[in-house]
């Protein structure tokens, strides 16, 4: 059973930067594409980035697109998102989620198997 974790949440001011950690258990986070989504509340959940297998190619949404990065280390069974520049649209639960396949282009939440407990962002003005 492959469990996720997410960390690294908290508060911060706009224009701040916060870095979140997705750990993966098991042996098997380098063979798939890893996604995060993130949820405000009384929202749906919605895509913010993925990341191959291999962490060579990344797909963002246009909401975070140059502000946030997503990086790996299938090593150590880790996947980041670096977020910069926030705004307070950007609060919400974070998630972490392993893409069930077949596209790295997956932004609806069914295309993922896995997911995290969720870690709280919050940017204030």
């Known amino acids: 059973q492959v469990l996720l974790a997410e960390c690294g949440g908290g508060s911060v001011q706009a224009g701040g930067s916060l870095r979140l950690s997705c750990v993966a258990s098991g042996r098997t986070f380098g063979l798939h594409d890893m996604g995060w989504f993130r949820q405000a509340p009384g929202k749906e959940r919605e895509f913010v980035g993925g990341?191959?297998?291999?962490?060579?190619?990344?797909h963002y949404s246009d909401s975070v697109q140059g502000r946030f990065t997503i990086s790996r280390d299938n090593a150590k069974n880790t996947m980041v998102l670096q977020m910069n520049n926030l705004i307070p649209e950007d609060t919400g639960v974070y998630y972490c989620?392993?893409?069930?396949?077949?596209?790295?282009?997956?932004?609806?939440?069914?295309?993922?198997?896995?997911w995290g407990q969720g870690t709280q962002v919050t940017v204030s003005s």
């Open positions: 989620g392993r893409n069930r396949g077949g596209t790295l282009r997956a932004i609806r939440t069914e295309q993922y198997d896995i």
């Open positions: 990341i191959s297998y291999d962490g060579g190619r990344t």
